[in-house]
């Protein structure tokens, strides 16, 4: 059974740095800058600045709405990098993209450090995959500039997190950890109207809890805040289609389409370009009136 959706989906307004970010009109498509040499699926293709700052034009280009620049991968069994590398790698990228792009940048950083200077470079939004939990810091940065924050759920780090994680009810586990989350940053003198909540497909997660998640993705609704998902390329699609990392187009957009069905308010992608017709498509059918 598909969750209801239509053109009920709630609408929010996020306060940024140079004007509002609105969710629930449309679906917005964050388009996945990885200035890394060892991302799962493009680690190394972006990873000189001139290279990043072209493709973060092009994807705007395409129709993204929001250009997400990480530094550091986070694939399963990865290692953490100093703040110093990560800022060496992302900062010069955002403040080249800033005063060129009309959309909004978002820092792809667990680190408070790099998420102040990712920010004092022209970021607008910081997407944390810890939720606020690896840095204790990260809260206060984010209540001192008031930005949005993706706060995405993730069991273990991404050195441990696919070492075997177990759920008893992943959607249930989920929420209550959203919760807790927007607890902490309101303990810090944040907002919770500021909070965009992320599930975390492939972080902690075998690949059945993957597709629980979206098939129930409408149930974080009950958080009364938007959503944001992020499925391109990810090892539950090989694991469905027994497909390699390269050859998922087809597979994520289809969560892609799925996604927005169920109530995502933003997709995180690799390839803009198609996942712009998907979500345009599926928004024109959900807001169809007779």
Known sequence: MICPRGGNRRSFSLRCSQGELLLGKKTLVMGVLNVTPDSFS?????FKPTRAIEHGLKMAEEGADIIDVGGESTRPGSDAISPEEELERIIPVVAALSPQLTIPISADTYKSRVAE?????GAQIVNDISGLRFDPQMPSVVVKY????????VKGTPKTMQDNPQYEDV?????????????????AGGDREQVIVDPGIGFGKRAQDNLVILNRLNELSVLGR????GTSRKSFIGAVLGRDVGDREIGT???VAVSVVRGAHVVRVHEVAPARQVVDMVDAVSNAEA
């Open 42 to 46: 493009d680690g190394g293709l972006f």
């Open 171 to 187: 959607i249930g586990e989920i929420i209550t950890y959203f919760r807790e989350g927007i607890e902490i940053l309101e303990r």
């Open 117 to 121: 200077e990712a920010i004092e470079a």
């Open 253 to 255: 957009l289809a969560s």
């Open 226 to 229: 938007p959503i944001s998902v």
């Open 146 to 153: 008031g930005c949005p924050v993706i706060m995405m759920h």
